[in-house]
């Protein structure tokens, strides 16, 4: 036998294994397809017919949840998101206000590993769950913990209730994210996110009475994008490394490591486009942050005392940000004792007529270095105030 003819029976040896292998894989493959087919129907036989669902998403009205009718749904929301569990399907609202009630000290809903969907528009949703007046305290109207969450278009109207809208406790990062969903009307706490890991925020807002709008501690590697936090009573945004002993803060934004025994804090947050609007104290604060790096990129603060104040932080960059001290006493943006800061391509400003002494963007003071303070351009109408000042 030739050295070709030996060649040529090797190369359809090789054909025929690599067509066998194929072949095979497809047959793995649509076994297993089939029966995870008739695991699925199985499921969907065991509910009533009541119950069943579409095959994209369990439609709350679909159990009896009526919007804007007066009556409660709590018990018919519930029902909808067993079915989605058992399913494992979204949970769909469309537009409206759902009456709940709250009875007990848990959480109205347990939303774990599921995915709530309703109609949106702009910062909140349009579809409400509304905690009703004759409610009792209870911890939180959504509540996930230990795994995932996903929610879209739903939001929460606590109705001057002491209680948490939306509580995220040790979420995974693999698969939860919040977008266009809003709280408001709590006394408590809006956004309760403790220990999360990985979470992706987007378009959501957040008002409070009397606590934060926002109150994230423990956790690390958030993306809050398009934030709109309004404080009322206590602080717009509260991001610390450890659970705080008192959550009512006079500032809009606060970044705070409190304790060393955390080995990774909320200093791994990236916060952009984020609108901060409160009554008292400074807009912004980065204090102690000393791992990770904060990143703040297209905020826009309204507020008084100092716009953005970095305090003992290591590595924090703000950005492409509008940051404004409208106070007399204020400086757009102050860093104190702390190292490798960022200040880039800012527009900062100087209320003219509560400002009329003050000519500096910039402070720094104390035991400051590494810092870049760079196309920065300033905003006022009297005057040309210095960039930086050193103290």
Known sequence: MSRTENMRKKQNCFKWVRNMKSSLGILILCTILIFNNKIIQANIDTIPERECCSDIYVNVTSHGAIPGDGVSDTEQIRLALDVARANRKPVYFPAGQYDIEAAGNNAIFNVTNLSLVGESTGYTGTSILKVSENSVTTSSVLYAG???VQIRGVGVECNSRAMVGIHMYKTTGQGTW???AGVSGATHTGWLIEQAQGAIISNVSGSCNAGAGFLIYGSNALSIHRLHAIRNGGAAVVILGSSPKNIYIPDGLLLKSQSPNWPRTSGAVSITDTVIEHNGGHTVVVNGILNGITSIRAI????NGDGVLIDRAFFTRISESRVTAPTADGVPIKIIDSHGCSIIDNILR?????NPRTDVLVRVEGNSNGCRIIGN??????????IVEYQ
């Open 350 to 354: 100087l209320d003219p007529i509560a």
């Open 146 to 148: 230990n795994g995932r």
């Open 300 to 303: 826009t603060t309204e507020g």
């Open 377 to 386: 351009s300033y905003n006022t109408h009297f005057y040309a105030p210095a």
């Open 178 to 180: 919040i977008e266009k």
